[in-house]
């Protein structure tokens, strides 16, 4: 352990004599405070905090991400260059406590940068909370939606359930033949179905199913703070103003709680709805059997007004409606949000030094960032697909595009490399952050697990098997 | 001379080395064939011209170049044994030292490394600034050094673990005439505790004064092997000093000695060499001087290094 804390402590000291520490902490104070100056909010206090939240704490984490990345292929690229690595490398350290030396070294300076961000954030926060003017409503929507830590629970999403039915059907049915191409018969069915799904017109009522976890039971005693949110679509925004009544329950009494709106379909509204103890048990004591599973659901309606003034509404697909639970305070969220930061700077870190075992410094760090770029874009590429065509219908996927088994093969490979990215990709907890929702212990333990301990252990395990192998004293050529 | 004595520190059989291109095609054989044996008390020094594989070969011994044939045994193990590598000290042809830090922190990490207790290490380090002349740049960084004194910094970092196998690497390289003695009257002391030295250098008065034997390299293999004295000695000529004599009586001597020799035989002084004149000189100077900048003479070995 002397040996590791030795090289980790030798990281610390090059970075802060190199200034390089010094540097970067002087550019994250410049961006976490000039930044709310540069960009213009909507003129509320929510609008300023989700602008610290959001994009300042982005920056840092993408300043902090870029300088890891690059610091971290210079780390043992950098020694062997200089041919400093040759005086280490003769003593008695193994590969491994050099590799996990400079990791932890990094892991180190990265904490240290990334909490002092952190409390300037949290100062900001309460600085520009405290400077406002003490409007109630206002205080009232920062409070509860943006410093809190709130459980998201979505709508069940049946789309590609029905999608496969639908093609399925129509397969059987002799509607569509082997010729037609079978992801544009898919996008076609999905493109209708989900038109079905969003809009309600005048008069008519569309229906969320909520499937709500156990842990909700005792919520209404808890008085946790429970938000409906509604999302209309960015296809059909507008300041005219739509009536309409909700109501949520069960399936056996569907009229638990109600309320009409009155909004203008030009963004996002966030309702609170009174969580009583008598609602909530409501709720958890009527079991729903759905297929093999039983749980607890509840009824979401929309009844769109049937006045000459009514008009269309198209909600948003995904969340069109969201119920949110409070569940922690800001600071606890900000921390964990923190947290899982520091986690992918691990990551990023481990990357680059093991690129850096095996290549010079430049090569090292153009290799890094293109495989976190390639990354991004099969990521995207996925959702993309998923979002495209669905998971579905794959038994008839042999008998119809027979052109294109190179483009499946690709499809195939990018969902295998998905399968490891996409516990690395998902969502960014700062985004989760600025948007009130909460960064639980679970979401840390899950990074912890991933980008701190397998991740690194397989590039640790990759960098340390390079590293023994490398020549380390060849000529320069 | 007991077994233990005897024992073979380093053996080295029909090594190979050669360099390949990115594209694994053979570039250069750097060293070809070579058979070593380096026993325990040794001071052994490898030369060269430039290129004849002196650098490779003590690369290989050290673990940070592959063989490409041949076996390598350094302490019986292989020269990438963490083992091994406790048990040698190595200064390279340039002191690849980590610039940003002082010779104090220097020789705190190497010896962090050894794993040395925080005790050990401090008076090790005291006594390996004072031996090398560093005590008062102790907190300079090493950086700002002159080429002999990071040398310095080199030279004391490769003895923190007390190594029972010291590897030089020119390592006179940059050093003052003072420096120069220093360190072979240094590395005669390590022999001396039965320590093992492998030398490398181009300065071949150095090789001279402190190896009991020399190879001479040339293209990657040993044309010349054998103690100093074996290979350099003149069999067929006598030097005799002595007191100057009254001059009947040497040229009565000069007489039976050219009838026997048949020729007239050499004569001269002995004169003090220019490294004993310089050293007088620096002596005086520096029994004058108030400060110093630089790298202070001295003539300190450290404590531990002496240590019977």
Redesign the interface.
């Known amino acids: 352990m002397?040996?590791i804390?030795?090289i980790a402590f030798?990281q610390i000291?090059?970075a802060i004599?190199?200034k390089l520490f010094v540097s970067l902490m002087a550019v994250l104070i410049l961006a976490v405070l000039g930044l709310p100056l540069t960009i213009k909010g909507d003129g509320t206090l929510a609008g300023q905090i989700k602008i610290i939240l959001y994009y300042t704490l982005g920056l840092s984490t993408v300043i902090l991400g870029v300088a890891t990345l690059w610091a971290s292929c210079g780390a043992i690229s950098q020694e062997v260059e200089?041919?400093?690595i040759?005086?280490?490398?003769?003593?008695?350290?193994?590969a491994f406590e050099i590799w996990l030396g400079k990791w932890l070294g990094l892991l180190v300076m990265n904490t240290v940068l990334l909490f002092t961000v952190g409390l300037i954030v949290w100062f900001l926060v309460y600085w520009n909370i405290r400077s406002a003017d003490k409007n109630a409503r206002e205080m009232g929507i920062v409070r509860e939606e943006l410093l809190a830590g709130r459980r998201l629970i979505l709508p069940r999403d049946t789309l590609d359930e029905e999608v496969r039915e639908r093609y399925h059907a129509m397969m059987n049915s002799g509607m569509i033949t082997t010729n037609v191409a079978r992801d544009e018969v898919l996008a076609s069915i999905r493109k209708d179905l989900l038109a079905a799904k969003t809009v309600v017109g005048p008069g008519a009522a569309k229906r969320w199913i909520l499937d709500m976890p156990d842990y909700l039971k005792d919520a209404g005693k808890e008085g946790k703070p429970v938000t409906l949110q509604i999302r209309f679509s960015p296809v059909r925004r507008g300041n005219n103003a739509v009536c309409g009544e909700w109501s949520m329950g069960t399936e056996r009494k569907p009229v638990l709680f109600n309320m009409v709106t009155n909004v203008s379909m030009d963004g996002t509204y966030q309702f609170t709805v009174p969580v009583t103890p008598s609602l909530m048990d409501s709720i958890m004591e009527d079991p729903v059997t759905n297929g093999s599973s039983r749980g607890h659901t509840m009824i979401v309606e929309y009844r769109n007004g049937t006045g000459s003034e009514s008009r269309t509404v198209v909600f948003d697909r995904k969340q069109g409606i969201v119920l949110y639970v409070r569940e922690s305070g800001f600071e606890a969220n900000l921390i964990r949000s923190m947290l899982v930061i520091l986690c992918r700077l691990a990551l990023l870190a481990a990357l680059g030094l093991t690129a850096g075992t095996v290549f010079s410094f430049p090569v090292a760090t153009f290799s890094a960032f293109s495989l976190i770029l390639l990354s991004v874009i099969i990521h995207y590429f996925i959702f993309l697909l998923a979002t495209d065509t669905g998971s579905c219908c794959a038994e008839h996927a042999s008998a119809i595009d027979e052109e294109s088994i190179g483009r499946k093969i690709a499809e195939q490979a990018a969902k295998g490399v998905d399968v490891v990215l996409a516990p690395v990709m998902r969502r960014d907890p700062v985004d989760l952050l600025s948007e009130g929702e909460l960064v639980s212990w679970g979401d840390v333990g899950k990074a912890l697990l991933l980008m701190v301990i397998v991740y690194p252990a397989l590039f640790g395990f990759a960098g340390v098997l390079l590293l023994?192998r490398r020549?380390?004293?060849?000529?320069a050529? | 001379m007991s077994d233990k004595e005897d024992a073979a520190i380093v053996e080295v059989s029909k090594l190979v080395k050669v360099f390949r291109d990115f594209w694994r095609r053979p570039k250069v054989r750097a060293v070809d064939g070579l058979d070593l044996d380096i026993r325990r008390g040794e001071i052994f020094g490898l030369l060269g011209p430039n290129g004849s594989g002196k650098s490779t070969t003590i690369k290989i011994l050290l673990g940070l170049l592959h063989a490409t044939s041949g076996d390598v045994l350094v302490f019986g193990r292989l020269p990438r044994d963490v083992e091994t590598k406790a048990r040698i000290g190595y200064l390279p042809e340039e002191s690849y030292l980590y610039n940003y830090l002082t010779p104090y922190e220097t020789l705190d990490f190497y010896g962090r490394l050894f794993n040395l207790d925080s005790g050990v290490r401090a008076e090790r380090i005291d006594q390996l600034l004072e031996m090398t002349g560093l005590r008062h740049a102790a907190r300079r960084q090493v950086g700002e050094f002159s080429k002999g004194m990071a040398r310095r910094v080199g030279l004391a970092q490769a003895l923190i673990n007390d190594p029972e196998l010291v590897i030089l690497d020119e390592p006179t390289s940059g050093l003052d005439p003072v420096g120069c003695r220093q360190v072979k009257d240094l590395m005669l002391a390590l022999a001396k505790r039965g320590k093992t030295i492998i030398l490398s250098s181009h300065l071949l008065a150095d090789v001279e004064d402190v190896c009991d034997r020399v190879a001479i390299l040339y293209n990657g293999s040993i044309r010349a092997q054998g103690s100093v004295n074996q290979l350099l000695e003149k069999r067929e000529s006598v030097r005799l000093t002595m007191p100057s004599l009254p001059p009947d009586t040497m040229k009565r001597i000069l007489e039976l000695v050219r009838e026997k020799i048949g020729k007239e035989p050499e004569i001269d002084h002995p004169s003090m060499n220019l490294e004993q004149f310089f050293l007088e000189v620096v002596e005086k100077a520096n029994r004058t001087a108030s400060q110093q900048s630089g790298a202070t003479p001295t003539d300190a070995m450290a404590g531990y290094l002496t240590k019977e």
């Open positions: 002397t040996r804390l030795a030798l000291r090059g004599r190199s200089s041919k400093q040759q005086l280490v490398t003769v003593k008695p350290v193994s023994r020549e380390l004293a060849l000529p050529t």
